[in-house]
């Protein structure tokens, strides 16, 4: 089994920036792929970044250029900076972790934390 827990969310004003984190615990290695998704209320939850263990990552469009997704493979701990904060990217916000070659069995979410980009 793998933990994963977040941190970092909060209210924030447009155009401001915030850092979310992830802690990885249990039975998990550097092959695992991690990333951040987000649900809106009323929309179904969306990819916002992940990165494999040797640093390659993948952005939303919606994200890229605002948003960067890092990690650091000796804490196990996934890391979301995001700046130019829209309205827009209020949501729940996941961390996932899951194993390349074993997804269907060993794939993991975080709790999630709130973000909400507001004046």
């Known amino acids: 089994q793998v933990q994963l827990v977040e941190s970092g969310g909060g209210l924030v004003q447009p155009g401001g920036s915030l850092r979310l984190s992830c802690a990885a615990s249990g039975s998990i290695s550097s092959i695992y792929v991690m990333g951040w998704y987000r649900q809106a209320p009323g929309k179904q939850r969306e990819l916002v970044a992940t990165?494999?263990?040797?640093?390659?990552?993948n952005y939303a469009d919606s994200v890229e250029g605002r948003f960067t997704a890092s990690r650091d493979n000796a804490l196990n701990t996934v890391y979301l900076q995001m700046n130019s904060l829209k309205a827009e990217d209020t949501a729940v916000y996941y961390c996932?972790?899951?194993?390349?070659?074993?997804?269907?069995?060993?794939?993991?979410w975080g709790q999630g934390t709130q973000v909400t980009v507001s004046s």
């Open positions: 996932n972790a899951y194993h390349p070659y074993y997804r269907d069995s060993r794939n993991y």
């Open positions: 990165l494999t263990r040797g640093g390659s990552t």
